[in-house]
């Protein structure tokens, strides 16, 4: 038998396993049903070649396969044109590399979609700065789109911002133990398809992420409980804090959770009452003054070192009640007293947060109901 030298093809191969597969067809045959079994590896498949090369910008795959049949015998058919927009980059002419499967026939392209959707021209990245823009500006439409033409010299109409900002998705860290049980609970306003809708968010406040995010129609007491009942199931029940709407504490606690209010939103609470109770009554200088003192006596039992000195100080409080100005005695008497844990626990739990803001923080790239309102414009692109 003759000695023939064969150069084997294998500039494209990934692994040194499957040189033979071009030569023999039980190899080639082993090959296609390795490739069908093995979970997906995105770092792997989705890997992209990119170059420029007379300011055309092309994208192909690293490694070629046929998504049908898993066959490599893929052979390259020309290339799609598209227009895509970067942030930095500016306006680029790209050219997708499109393939052919040699066995069964189909026809595919490079799948770009980490770079940029198929029914958009502008990249992910650039849609990303977008919603970067809407919390550096507070939400201001006109200011996020002002500042993209100075920096691009890119014009995007103001309804195209806001459906990037308001399709945005938080993305979830992965998780391989379970969450810390310490969690924030928070809703706020959202529009989709021209109708109000209520966004629910979980947040484990010792992992900084979001453990559920859902859209309801109804903030209600059924959805709710759904939504925190569903959102912990088989894992650990500690605590979790929230603003004051009535309807969260007999949820949160029938859940089996301790309850610990947002001391932003009790501090809130306790200044509009007083301001309410001024308005309402004609008071002197001096009421006012001891008004003031009072209140603050008040907001310095959140400073307590420990639960057992706010509930000692509190009691001192009781023993002088008489003392305090109405409106001082409504919010100890009607508020404060009934439901002091749910104010303090944090004090007998240092993992307990005090207060929604690290959620809240995670809401800013979306709008309170209030700006979308001024924001929303008749017109717009996408």
Not at 287 to 294: A, G, H, S, Y
Request: proline share 2%; charged share 30%.
């Amino acid at each position: 038998m003759l000695n023939r030298k064969i150069l084997a093809p294998i500039d494209s191969l990934f692994d040194q396993s499957y040189k033979l597969s071009y030569f023999c067809e039980d190899l080639s045959k082993y090959e296609e049903n390795h490739l069908k079994s093995i979970e997906r590896d995105d770092n792997v498949f989705n890997s992209l070649n990119t170059w420029y090369k007379k300011d055309i910008f092309h994208i192909e795959v690293l490694v070629s396969f046929c998504p049908e049949c898993f066959s490599k015998s893929v052979i390259k058919n020309g290339v799609k044109e598209r227009k895509l927009y970067f942030y930095d980059e500016g306006v680029v002419n790209a050219e997708i590399q499109m393939y052919k499967c040699k066995k069964c026939g189909k026809k595919f392209k490079t799948d770009i979609s980490d770079i940029v959707d198929d029914n958009s021209n502008f990249s992910n990245e650039f849609k990303e700065k977008c919603v970067e823009l809407a919390g550096l500006f507070l939400g201001s439409i006109r200011k996020i789109a002002y500042k993209i033409k100075k920096d691009t010299g890119i014009s995007v109409s103001r309804q195209t911002i806001e459906n990037w900002i308001l399709g945005y998705e938080i993305p979830k860290k992965e998780v391989k133990n379970l969450y810390s049980g310490y969690y924030i609970f928070d809703v706020e306003w959202i529009k989709l398809n021209g109708f109000w809708n209520y966004r629910f968010a979980l947040f484990d406040s010792k992992q900084n992420i979001i453990v559920a995010d859902e859209i309801y129609s109804k903030e209600n007491s059924t959805n709710i409980q759904k939504f925190l009942e569903e959102s912990t199931r088989n894992q650990k029940k500690i605590a979790i804090t929230s603003d004051l709407d009535e309807k969260y504490k007999p949820i949160i606690e029938g859940l089996e959770f301790t309850h610990q209010w947002c001391l932003f939103h009790v501090f809130k609470n306790i200044n509009k009452k007083i301001k309410e109770y001024i308005r309402d009554n004609e008071l002197s200088d001096d009421e006012l003054e001891n008004i003031r003192q009072e209140k603050l006596e008040i907001f310095s039992l959140f400073n307590s070192k420990s639960f057992k000195e706010a509930r000692t100080r509190m009691d001192e409080i009781l023993n002088q009640i008489k003392d305090y100005s109405k409106v001082i005695q409504s919010i100890i008497m009607d508020s404060l007293m009934p439901y002091f844990k749910t104010y303090f626990s944090y004090l007998l739990d240092e993992n307990i947060e005090r207060t929604s803001n690290k959620l809240e923080n995670q809401f800013q790239k979306t709008f309170p109901k209030s700006i979308k309102r001024i924001m929303k414009i008749k017109k717009g692109g996408c």
